[in-house]
């Protein structure tokens, strides 16, 4: 069974950094995407960034040039790191993982909280 750990989450100053990981265990098939997404309360599930095999990456227009995901494919590893963190990044982040059938597989969530 596929499991996703996410780690790193915590309570950060608005403009600090944090650096999230997710390891995943139990893959069958390799994974072809890796993704964060995040959910505030109340607001729905949004895509963060995600990134392929080969490296090719995608932001959501609020944290462009702010974060920046990598991924160790050899670990079945994906980072997030965020920098000039602000208080609306406050959520809780979530790790994805497609595989190469097209399952889809989420970890338990990590809470970032941007506050002074």
């Known amino acids: 069974q596929v499991r996703l750990v996410e780690s790193g989450g915590g309570l950060v100053q608005p403009g600090g950094s944090l650096r999230l990981s997710c390891a995943g265990s139990?893959?069958?098939?390799?994974?072809?995407?890796m993704a964060w997404y995040r959910q505030a309360p109340g607001n729905r599930r949004e895509l963060v960034a995600s990134?392929?095999?080969?490296?090719?990456?995608n932001y959501a227009t609020s944290v462009t040039g702010r974060f920046a995901i990598s991924r160790d494919n050899a670990e079945n590893t994906v980072f997030l790191q965020m920098n000039s963190l602000k208080p609306e990044d406050t959520a809780v982040y979530y790790c994805?993982?497609?595989?190469?059938?097209?399952?889809?597989?989420w970890g338990q969530g990590t809470q970032v909280t941007v506050s002074s």
């Open positions: 994805n993982a497609i595989d190469s059938p097209g399952w889809e597989h």
């Open positions: 139990g893959i069958v098939y390799s994974i072809s995407v």
């Open positions: 990134i392929n095999r080969h490296g090719d990456t």
